[in-house]
């Protein structure tokens, strides 16, 4: 279900269908969250943006589950940020992206449902694109730049962080197999000393912000990643924002053997 909430009219349908799975009608729905029945049904079919309180009343009276939850959020949120000054499309993105990580020391992450395309496999990033309906050849060239651009991580002078949700290691863009030779290649990258691979289990809560994937350059920058669009900020203020909530996340994240121990279980779960 998740796979498919990309743009703004396919989270409306998905919250139509939540709506539904709890026998609320439009008008109920919007009573209960302090909105009008023609506020819900513009929201459901993707004429409206609910303003992110409203959003959340809404998420919690359908009791949307986390993961849809994030992403219902990160598609609205990114919709509401792309009218803001401070927050651009990224230009040229496989361009920008190679300078950009190439001109960074310290690369720091969040993704909740997905692996940092730095560290995917080949075949789960190809799996991964396939949900984007790409056309053959553009499928090709981006999996051709994404192993491009890992090659920097074999460049000792920087440091990367990339804190993962376990949701990541059971959401399967492929079949098994794929999914097993990624969580494979996590757990090895996990024990080179300038990659550092933090991992928040599922009965620990996250911050009380609601996150979206997010890509910190050094202090510099701020990217905020969901679907196939990103969106850069150099604004102080966003990125202190988002140091912040990287820090609490690192609070809650297990590292090392704790962090293998949860990238076999999700191994096992697929050998099963």
């Known amino acids: 279900m998740t796979a498919s909430i990309r743009t703004i009219y396919d989270a409306g349908r998905t919250l139509k269908k939540l709506r539904q799975n709890k026998q609320l009608t439009g008008e109920k729905l919007g009573s209960k969250a302090g909105i009008s029945q023609s506020k819900v049904s513009k929201i459901e079919t993707g004429a409206t943006l609910p303003s992110l309180k409203e959003l959340k009343k809404i998420l919690n009276i359908l009791e949307c589950p986390q993961i849809i939850r994030q992403q219902i959020f990160a598609v609205f949120e990114l919709s509401t940020l792309a009218h803001r000054p401070k ?77 993962i949700h376990e949701a990541a290691l059971y959401a399967v863009p492929g079949n098994f197999q794929v999914q097993l030779e990624q969580l494979d290649r996590i757990e090895r990258i996990g024990i080179l000393k300038h990659i550092k691979i933090g991992i928040i289990p599922l009965r620990v809560s996250l911050p009380s912000v609601e996150n979206t994937n997010f890509i910190l350059y050094d202090t510099n920058s701020v990217a905020l990643v969901v679907a196939n669009q990103e969106l850069i900020s150099d604004d102080p203020q966003d990125i202190a924002e988002h140091l912040k909530i990287f820090d609490d996340l690192n609070q809650r994240a297990h590292y090392n053997q704790e962090a293998r121990e949860l990238i076999r279980q999700a191994a096992q779960y697929f050998i099963k």
Do not use: V
Not at 112 to 124: E, G, I, V
Not at 141 to 151: F, G, H, L, T, V
């Open 87 to 163: 927050y651009i499309p990224i230009p040229n993105t496989f361009n920008w992206l190679c300078k950009k990580e190439a001109n960074t020391h310290l690369l720091r992450g969040f993704l909740f449902n997905t692996f940092p395309a730095l560290l995917q496999t080949a075949a789960y990033r190809e799996a991964y694109l396939q949900h984007w309906n790409l056309a053959p050849r553009e499928l090709a060239q981006r999996i051709s730049e994404s192993i491009k651009r890992q090659d920097l991580l074999w460049h000792m002078g920087r440091e990367y962080h990339f804190i």
